[in-house]
Structure formats: structure tokens, C-alpha cells
């Protein structure tokens, strides 16, 4: 009886992570602002929800401040906001990690 071939698996292709070229230093400063602007606006609520917590990692500060619409709704600088968008989340998180630069956040 003859053999059957043995299955292989495909190798994985890596594909290269797409960079968009960052902002101008000005436009950056002003996503910083935008950022801290919507931290101090729901920031207290976000600490009231973490059941009795203090403080939160600087990895949840970041994550929701760009998750759910929030700088749309609490930022005022839409061209800032719009600007951060067209980025990849990566590089969105990168530039957060410059705004947010303490290991936690609290009260």
C-alpha cells in the first residue's frame, strides 16, 4: 500500500506592519493635549468603575482613552483628533505612551 504524503503546514507569512509617517511636532503637541484633556474628563469615573482601585495601569489609561469615542466627545480639537485617527492603532498607542508616561494613574 503506498504511503500517503505527510500534510505539511503553509508557513506563515510576516507581513510587514504599514507605518504612516507621524505628525509635525506642533500637531503632536496638540494630540498630547487632546489626550490629557479627555484623561481629566473621565478619568474619575473610569477609577469610580475599577471596583474601589485607586489607581489604574498606565496601559488601561491609554486604552480607554482611545477606545469608544471618547476624545471625539471630549477633546475640542477635532484637526488634532482627526490627525491621530489616520494613523494606525499602533502608532496611536505610541503616541499616547508619550502623553501618559507614569506607570499608574489615580486619585
Not at 34 to 54: P, Y
Not at 72 to 90: C, F, Q, T, W
Request: hydrophobic fraction near 40%.
Amino acid at each position: 500500500m503506498p504511503m500517503k504524503p505527510k500534510a505539511t503546514k503553509p508557513k506563515a507569512t510576516k507581513i510587514p506592519a504599514t507605518e504612516v509617517p507621524l505628525p509635525d511636532a506642533a500637531m503632536i503637541e496638540r494630540i498630547h493635549r487632546a489626550m490629557q484633556t479627555t484623561w481629566a474628563t473621565i478619568g474619575g469615573d473610569v477609577l469610580a468603575l475599577d471596583e474601589g482601585n485607586r489607581s489604574i495601569p498606565r496601559a488601561e489609561v491609554i486604552e480607554v482613552t482611545l477606545d469608544a469615542g471618547y476624545m471625539e466627545m471630549y477633546a475640542r480639537d477635532k484637526e488634532a483628533i482627526a490627525a491621530l485617527r489616520k494613523l494606525p492603532y499602533a502608532q496611536q498607542i505610541k503616541i499616547a505612551e508619550g502623553t501618559f508616561n507614569c506607570s499608574r494613574y489615580g486619585m
